[in-house]
């Protein structure tokens, strides 16, 4: 197992839902998540490349509102055996692509960057730099901040007390605040999340610490919680079924994205790289299919991106 795929893939699976940022800003900062509108939270493309950046931070991206006005909110998972000291180097060189991309058509909108943390060592970078005790410098020196969500931090009463604010959203958090833990010592943790199984976002946190811990404890752990062979077996057969159906509805979706691409490649010679990073970021077969038919009757690649103008973010 590397140090990054298991925590990078249930990261993305949870928080590639707007809903789910949505509830992880109503428990930590609800000040904040009151003022943002729902419908306006958007899922972005934040892969950028540099040779000395490169794409080591684990990061997604969003455009939203928040009081009416355009904003982006950045989350960076952090979860290394050691802190990364290149962090605020990484943010200052995304946030300056960011207002790069955006700055060319409008007011250079505000960045709110986040960090999660779970690793194992306490967190030492502070969240504003640079440090000073000189009044001058700190009048006039330009100044980064982040806000810290380090689940170390957090107990876990008050987070179990939030289960009823976001059932899905509350479970991955404390699942990622244990995993690095044996995983009997959480137990008592598991089993508050197993008792509402049929939510289908426990499957999720089931291939997790599968792929993190033994398999076979695993097994044995759920047995205890959910109290014998019968109820476990009923909830390792609907994983099965999710595990299937999940693959299934992904395989569509790709199948779908790159029959869009040919069609746009086959009919215009070319796929424009603002079409290609909205195909890459839809993962709605719905969404996807009104746009193969929108790709399918477009007359030219002026007309199809006419048609597309609204969904498409004016920096891509």
Known sequence: MTDLQPHDQFFKQIFSEPKRVKSLLDIFYPELSQKIDLESIRLLNSEKYSQKVGKSLLNLLYECK??????????????KSYIDKNLPSQLLYYNGILWEETGEYEEYPPIINIVLYHGKRKWNIPATLPKTNSEIIERFANKLNYHLIDLSK??????????????????????????????????????????????????????????????????????????????????????????????LQQG??????????????????????????????????????????????????????????EPVPKFL
């Open 66 to 79: 928040i009081e009416n006005e355009k904003s982006f909110l950045r989350i960076i998972f952090e979860h």
């Open 154 to 247: 957090v107990a876990d009463e008050e987070m179990i007390s939030k289960l009823y604010l976001d059932f899905c959203t509350v479970s991955a958090l404390l699942t990622m605040k244990h995993i690095f833990e044996d995983l009997r010592k959480y137990k008592h943790i598991l089993k508050k999340v197993f008792e509402h199984y049929q939510d289908g976002c426990v499957f999720i946190i089931l291939d997790y610490i599968s792929v993190v811990n033994n398999p076979q404890e695993v097994e044995n752990v759920l047995k205890e919680i959910l109290g014998g062979e019968k109820d476990m077996m009923t909830l390792t057969e609907k994983w099965k079924m999710e595990g299937l159906q999940q693959g």
């Open 252 to 309: 569509m979706i790709e199948g779908q994205k790159k029959a869009i691409l040919k069609s746009i490649q086959l009919k215009f010679g070319r796929v424009p790289e603002n079409i290609e990073k909205l195909i890459s970021n839809i993962n709605n077969l719905e969404e996807l299919d009104k746009l193969f038919t929108k790709a399918i009757l477009a007359n030219s690649l002026e007309e199809l991106l006419k048609e597309i103008n």
